[in-house]
């Protein structure tokens, strides 16, 4: 990587805030994971540490060590206390064993053979049965017990609480992406971090449809109440008209819904590939076996909301009926 690579991966978006990319840029994570160090002195807060690419590490020693510098602080403060994890999603949790690794380096090349206090590790608990693709448990089984301050109870991660106040920062619990996302209010720069429920780019894909919504709902009346104008997402650019896009999304998802529905209305039994053969039909094939995916998780949300019922058959082979009002 030459140094305007290295130059456009780090960006400071605020005197409180800089984004280190992760490195990692591909179709779904689009530049790659954003990671963004909070804090105007030693010791920061870091939210996310990539997916783990080699690449990743200098750039956040570089972040961090300018960082430092800027804010003139004291040498003998660890580079960071508290690192937030804002799901288990591996792009967001694979770099967590380099990261703590890093800190430790740092620290001895400033204070020698002083005593090292690693940070500590916060994440909201997961709700949700294991994941075959989750990499937490594997990586915590890892790290060094040293590498980290574990929590009263004697567990890796602090476990976080929706409305926490931490470092300055509010935790909102905004699952639907994933049972344990969050989202953090950054009050400083009037911004909320928003993961991966809201992208810079896009829309976000989510694992449960009537949690999702409720979690964008949520995001915008605190965002309205707090005056949280922009986002700082986990994939793409910082959104300027944060409270727009999220209004956006709800309205991108109520959209699709309301199709939905039209067609149930002659009430026949309309299964989920039948849905998406008619509403996908100027789209590529490629493209709807995924959107499969996203219209079985809508017709799950309309069945939870008692519009619809199911009459059997599951994922893309499920039949669907309107239920009619008296």
Do not use: C
Not at 26 to 47: E, M, S
Not at 236 to 250: A, C, D, F, M, N
């Amino acid at each position: 990587m030459n140094n305007l690579e290295a130059l456009a991966s780090i960006s400071r978006l605020s005197e409180n805030v800089v984004r280190v990319l992760g490195q990692n840029p591909g179709k779904f994570t689009l530049q790659g994971t954003n990671t963004y160090i909070i804090g105007r002195k030693r010791p920061f807060t870091l939210v996310d540490t990539g997916e783990g690419r080699v690449e990743y590490t200098p750039l956040l020693e570089t972040a961090l060590q300018d960082a430092g510098k800027e804010s003139a602080s004291d040498e003998h403060e660890v580079d960071v206390s508290d690192i937030i994890i804002s799901h288990w999603h591996g792009d967001h949790v694979g770099g967590l064993p380099a990261v703590l690794g890093l800190l430790r380096q740092l620290w001895n090349e400033r204070n020698g053979g002083a005593p090292f206090k690693p940070p500590r590790l916060h994440k909201f608990p997961s709700l949700q049965t294991p994941n075959a693709h989750d990499q937490l448990p594997s990586i915590l089984a890892s790290l060094p017990p040293d590498s980290y301050t574990s929590s009263p109870a004697g567990n890796p991660f602090h476990e976080l609480t929706d409305g926490q106040a931490l470092v300055n920062l509010r935790v909102l619990h905004t699952p639907g992406h994933t049972t344990d996302s969050i989202a953090l209010h950054v009050p400083s720069d009037k911004a909320l971090y928003t993961a991966d429920t809201v992208l810079g780019q896009g829309t976000a894909v989510f694992e449960d449809l009537a949690a999702y919504m409720r979690s964008l709902q949520r995001m915008l009346t605190f965002a309205r109440e707090q005056g949280a104008d922009k986002l700082y997402p986990g994939h793409g650019p910082v959104v300027v008209q944060g409270k727009e896009l999220i209004e956006t999304y709800i309205a991108h998802r109520q959209d699709r819904e309301n199709q939905l529905l039209e067609l149930l209305k002659d009430e026949k039994p309309w299964s989920t590939w039948t849905m998406v053969t008619t509403l996908y039909k100027s789209y590529p094939e490629s493209l709807w076996l995924p959107a499969a995916h996203s219209v079985d998780l809508h017709m799950k949300k309309l069945e939870e909301d008692g519009a619809v019922r199911k009459l059997g058959g599951e994922g893309k082979d499920a039949e669907w009926q309107v239920v009619q009002t008296k």
